[in-house]
């Protein structure tokens, strides 16, 4: 009778829980079973193995051989335990020796050939590995994904037969090696012309991390402004790039480790769905708010977006997190990403335009803001029009724009006040915390509660005026809020083209 354990991992979401395959080599007819929950993938291993060890030299055991998950309750999918049932096998029958696997964990899908090939979800592995104190064996494509777990050992292979040699002590296998970081080319705010309340906003919404939504006729620079957003925000920390680059690879297009430092920008047409947005599926895969995680989300077109689709957003703008429940499992992705939205102030696009060009009636109108709920407006915290721009700002030979890099030392500056002030961003400061952080002198106060009467604001948007002030004090480098700061938030609160509607 022969047994062996080979360490491995599962994918869970964004996690990585250990999984110990168990080998036992039993009396009876020749067969082969697989038990622990596993999926489709995982059953069909036993003949991806077999062909794998003969392929290899190695003797298939004629006996009857169990597999078995641990813990059987986790399901488990995908070719990633292809490379530890193997190596269990070769074990249990004493062809590799058994000791070397208690300090590893390995990872790899098997060719018939017996070649190593690569798996989606290594970095949460590689993160979980490091905290076991174990080194971890992948295949050579993964190596470079596996090699951002710092304080992790991990080496990479090509083939079954070269993992073999290394547990029997004959070869070293050479290490995971992370690329060089490749420096993503971002649009750059000097390519944008006049607008400059927009501007302005914009560099309040990467100053304070908050939720903005440009409302203006069709090529008047909304799309321009939003995707100039992640040149503006600061550098990741090394422990937010990686919970975005966990997300990244396990989101099923696999992670360029040559550019995880960057903060994602994700722009995803207005057909998508819920599922696309929120994720899900029989083997749950982050969505569109989960892959801009720590970076940004931008939603064009926001009424022609579908209604379900765009109310999935309302609890993860709230909470950071989205949970998506199965009747197997359920799993939880981080959410905690920046909203950019645009929008048409009517269906032709022209209502309010100078020009009065556009011939939309009342009811249309209203029936087209009315596709976008009052709680999800709620949530924005600036609301910004964008006119049209004027022809003499559309001249060659006009002035550009501040630059990215200048605003960005400003926005810089911003955070640091407020990391060192509550440790994070101003959207995302607790009540308590906006309490303190927000005081208003009594004038000021009053100011605040006479607008909130006559605008019929809620709780959560009194909130949320008050943060975007601290923001704009951050920006002038005051320790106060003044009145100044108080009026310009609440100006990005006023009624605008898309939310004439009672709130």
């Given at each position: ?16 829980p250990a999984v110990t395959v168990e080998v ?274 931008f939603l064009d077109e926001l009424p022609e ?169 951050d920006l002038a480098g005051c320790d106060a ?23």
């Open positions: 009778m022969g047994l062996a354990l080979v360490h491995g991992r599962a994918r869970a979401g964004v996690h990585a036992h080599l039993g009396g009876g007819l020749p067969s082969m079973s697989i038990v622990g929950l596993p999926e489709a993938a995982v059953r069909e291993a036993k003949d991806r193995v077999r062909a794998a060890i003969q392929c290899a030299q190695f003797e298939f055991p004629a006996r009857r051989i169990t597999v078995n998950l641990a813990p059987a309750d986790l399901p488990k999918g995908g070719g990633r335990f292809d490379l530890p049932i193997a190596l269990g096998i070769l074990a249990a029958s004493g062809q590799v020796p058994r000791e070397p696997l208690a300090g590893c964990e390995f990872l790899g899908e098997l060719g018939l050939a017996g070649e190593l090939r690569p798996v989606d979800g290594v970095l949460p592995a590689a993160l979980a590995a490091a905290r076991a104190g174990r080194r971890l064996v992948v295949a050579e494509a993964n190596g470079p994904e596996a090699a951002l777990a710092a304080g992790l050992e991990a080496c990479t292979a090509r083939t079954l037969l070269e993992v073999c040699a290394l547990l029997a002590g004959r070869k070293q296998l050479p290490p995971a090696v992370a690329p060089p970081q490749r420096a993503v080319e971002r649009p750059d705010m000097r390519e944008v012309r006049g607008q400059a309340q927009a501007r302005r906003a914009l560099e309040i919404a990467a100053a304070g991390g908050h939720h903005l939504l440009l409302s203006g006729p069709p090529g008047c620079g909304k799309t321009l402004l939003a995707t100039r957003l992640p040149g503006l925000l600061p550098e990741a920390s090394e422990a937010e790039a990686l919970e975005t680059a966990a997300v990244a690879s396990v989101g099923g297009r696999g992670l360029d480790p040559a550019c995880w430092r960057e903060r994602p920008f994700r722009a995803p047409h207005h057909t998508a769905s819920a599922i696309a947005l929120a994720g899900g599926g029989s083997d749950p895969r982050p969505g569109e708010i989960s892959l801009a995680h720590n970076g940004v989300l977006w579908g209604r379900a689709a765009l109310e999935v957003l309302r609890e993860p703008l709230e909470s950071g997190v989205v949970t998506i429940s199965r009747a197997a499992r359920q799993v939880e992705f981080p959410a905690r990403f920046q909203l950019v939205a645009a929008m048409n102030p009517c269906p032709c696009g022209w209502a309010g335009d100078l020009s009065g060009r556009c011939r939309c009636t009342a009811d249309q109108i209203e029936r087209y803001r009315a596709r976008i709920s009052g709680p999800l407006l709620d949530r924005i915290d600036l609301h910004v029009e964008v006119p049209r721009l004027p022809p003499s700002e559309l001249r060659p030979d006009a002035p550009p724009g501040e630059c990215s890099a200048s605003i960005r030392a400003r926005v810089e500056a911003a955070r640091e006040i407020q990391r060192r002030r509550g440790g994070r961003p101003n959207a995302r400061l607790s009540q308590a915390a906006t309490a303190e952080a927000c005081r208003l002198r009594p004038a000021d106060q009053a100011l605040l509660e006479r607008a909130v009467e006559s605008l019929s604001l809620s709780a959560r948007s009194v909130h949320r005026i008050l943060r975007v002030a601290r923001t704009i004090a809020i003044a009145t100044a700061h108080l009026t310009e938030a609440l100006g990005y609160r006023q009624p605008c083209g898309h939310d004439r509607r009672a709130a």
